[in-house]
């Protein structure tokens, strides 16, 4: 613990030493595959979780079926605490339920059933029941089920309970039980072959929420917290296509939430449409648990292959959950299987590995962060140290998919190219790091997908921009000022690495940044066609199509400029929380034209202060 103290930042050093003397602290940059642990009641309260983030948890996830509102507030809040109070930085992804998940109901002993036994499953409503019989979240559960069909119910230790149906009566399913096992309170369930898609609307639904079945295919309310929750990512459970990721994510956009959305892959369905179900979503859930029992079980590592590699393909972040140390929900050490399968996803290189059960209702969650932390570091230094036997520097990745939520011809080509060069670079190098300046986490982003070996820095101003760049495999972010001077931002970046002792003078780092310079402004006619195509006939534009018209010119104005015009989408209130409790000076201030409208004339006095874009990538080292 004491030397990790000298390693942070003295304004920081207070909340480490909350931290107990036994606990462990990941050390920046080490872990390339990202760490995402479900809080639950054996660690929601604040010192747990700092305890989790510090120990390497990179992202927190919540369940919203789970708990009420205001306990995943409490949680929410005790996460912002930790990313304005301490160098610790957690994203927050919020798991949204589906219309379609059906569960068992609450138990105050969870049953333990034997082969041969009777269970049956109820739609009666009543406030309790005598053993043998539970509760099912849906009504047309009883029109749907049929005699014969095979009931999977999720199960304590990660397995499954199966089910017969024998008989149908008023409104009990009455099975017998096939698979013995102790069923999970609140646990999910599936008919083995149908698609539980119940359309389970009730009589006195309001057309917001037949409107949100139909379109977006999760509860609308839920959506509504996690925008003024404002988190990281939302995560859709149960996704079928690339429509309901579409609808969500133009809600998102309406509401101006830079939320990104993670679409769950857990049915047969979401199976046949994956490639286009990838594409519209910021990011892929591998769901094993709910995949697990929808499909059989000996399909789930193929799916999880091709998953991940179409992940790859469009460039997303890909996560895969549940089961990676589900013994140690109950006892202190994982199985030698469980090591086996987390060595297998890092070697996919997936993005991020999701502990579900092991740290919300685990007996132990530190044990188990900490086990997944030492086995992803083991495989990681092996994969390298195979690396550099090799000696092809080329990195062999498929060339991405555009995509055109942020890709911009020609700008999005050249940010390719500079990436896979800063990547191949960095591997020749043998470079302690590779440096990025992002705004949007584009750049981040394409660096991530290369899976280069020296560890990616991301440096952006906007701090939920930062939150959300912790999922990306091998990035750590930090949050930072631009300055007008681009060198001036590099130096104070680098600065950040030195006092975190990540990297030390004459270390060798690749810098990749976008800078202004070279040619200045635009000829009348140029500006007046780039006017046109973004404002399609209108007088007026608004400052987010300013800055896409600057960019069809290839020009952009300084940082400074663009925050104050609203033309980035900066976290006004956050950023003037974190700067004011870090005590810097804050530069940026919302401006009084923020969502305003601008017509040519204006447009052409922003455009004369604006420079070209240059892509940078620098070979430097430290000083
Ligand atoms: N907020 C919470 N409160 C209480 N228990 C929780 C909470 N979050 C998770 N859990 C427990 O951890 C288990 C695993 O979490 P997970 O989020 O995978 O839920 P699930 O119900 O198994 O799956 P699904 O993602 O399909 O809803 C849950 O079954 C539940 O027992
Ligand atoms: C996490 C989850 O939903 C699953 O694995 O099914």
């Given at each position: 613990m004491a030397s990790i103290l000298e390693t942070v930042p003295p304004q920081f050093r207070s909340s480490m030493l909350?931290?107990?003397?036994?606990a462990e602290v990941a050390y920046v940059g080490e872990r390339r595959t990202k760490i995402v642990g479900t809080v639950g009641p054996s660690t929601c309260d604040p010192d747990h979780l700092l305890r989790l983030v510090a120990g390497g948890m990179n992202l927190v996830r919540l369940n919203l079926?789970?708990?009420?509102y205001e306990w995943h507030r409490q949680v929410i809040r005790n996460v912002h605490d930790i990313n304005l109070n301490t160098p610790f930085v957690a994203g927050v992804i919020m798991d949204i339920g589906s219309f379609d998940t059906v569960r068992l109901g609450e138990f105050p002993r969870n049953p333990k059933l034997e082969t041969g036994d009777t269970f049956t499953l109820t739609v009666r409503h009543e406030a309790e029941y005598p053993p043998g019989v539970s509760e099912i979240s849906l009504d047309g559960f009883i029109d749907f089920a049929e005699v014969g069909d095979s009931i999977q119910c999720q199960a304590e230790g990660g397995g499954l309970v199966e089910l017969l149906v024998k008989r149908i009566k008023d409104l009990d399913v009455i099975c017998e039980v096939v698979s013995p096992g102790e069923l999970r309170s609140r646990g999910t369930i599936n008919i083995r072959g149908k698609s539980l898609n119940l359309n389970p609307k009730s009589e006195n639904e309001d057309l917001n929420t037949s409107i949100a079945r139909a379109v977006l295919g999760c509860p609308p309310d839920q959506l509504e917290f996690a925008i003024s929750e404002r988190v990281e990512y939302v995560a859709l459970s149960f996704v079928e296509s690339a429509d309901q990721i579409v609808a969500v994510r133009n809600l998102l956009r309406s509401r101006r939430a830079n939320i990104g959305v993670i679409a769950k892959i857990e049915s047969p369905i979401a199976l046949r449409n994956l490639e286009s179900i990838v594409d519209a979503a910021d990011g892929v859930m591998i769901a094993r648990g709910d995949l697990g029992t929808a499909i059989q079980y000996e399909k789930v590592p193929y799916w999880q292959q091709q998953i991940s590699e179409v992940c790859r393909r469009f460039g997303k972040p890909c996560l895969i959950s549940t089961h990676?140390?589900?013994?140690?929900v109950l006892y202190p050490t994982p199985t030698r299987a469980e090591v086996t399968d987390m060595t297998e996803a890092v070697k996919q290189r997936v993005d991020a590995l999701v502990l579900t059960?092991?740290?919300?209702?685990?007996?132990?969650p530190f044990k188990a962060l900490s086990t997944m932390n030492s086995v992803l570091l083991r495989i990681q230094q092996r994969i390298h140290e195979v690396e550099e036997e090799s000696e092809d520097p080329t990195l062999e990745i498929p060339p991405l998919v555009k995509d055109t939520t942020w890709w911009t011809p020609g700008v999005g080509d050249v940010a390719e190219n500079i990436a896979n060069s800063a990547a191949v670079l960095a591997n020749q190098q043998n470079a302690a790091a590779i440096m990025v300046f992002t705004q949007k986490g584009l750049m981040a982003t394409l660096m991530s997908r290369y899976r280069p070996r020296a560890p990616i820095y991301a440096f952006t101003a906007t701090p939920v921009v930062r939150n959300k760049m912790?999922?990306?495999?091998?990035v750590r972010p930090f949050r930072i000022r631009f300055e007008d001077d681009p060198e001036e931002t590099i130096q104070n970046a680098m600065n950040a690495l030195k006092e975190r002792q990540v990297v030390k003078d004459g270390d060798l780092v690749v810098i990749l940044a976008d800078v202004l310079g070279g040619r200045e402004g635009a000829s009348e006619t140029e500006l007046r066609s780039a006017f046109s195509e973004v404002s399609k006939g209108n007088r007026f534009i608004t400052a987010a199509e300013t800055r896409s018209a600057l960019r069809i010119l290839g020009l952009k104005v300084s940082d400074k400029l663009e925050a104050q015009l609203g033309m980035?989408?900066?976290?006004f209130a956050e950023l003037g929380r974190e700067t004011s409790i870090k005590n810097e000076e804050p530069t940026e201030s919302p401006s009084t034209e923020v969502g305003g409208r601008y017509d040519f004339e204006r447009f052409n006095e922003f455009a004369s202060q604006a420079k070209e874009i240059v892509h940078t990538l620098q070979l430097r080292s430290i000083k």
């Open positions: 909350k931290l107990p003397e036994d079926c789970h708990g009420d990676f140390l589900e013994s140690m059960a092991e740290t919300a209702s685990g007996k132990f912790t999922l990306l495999y091998g980035r989408e900066v976290d």
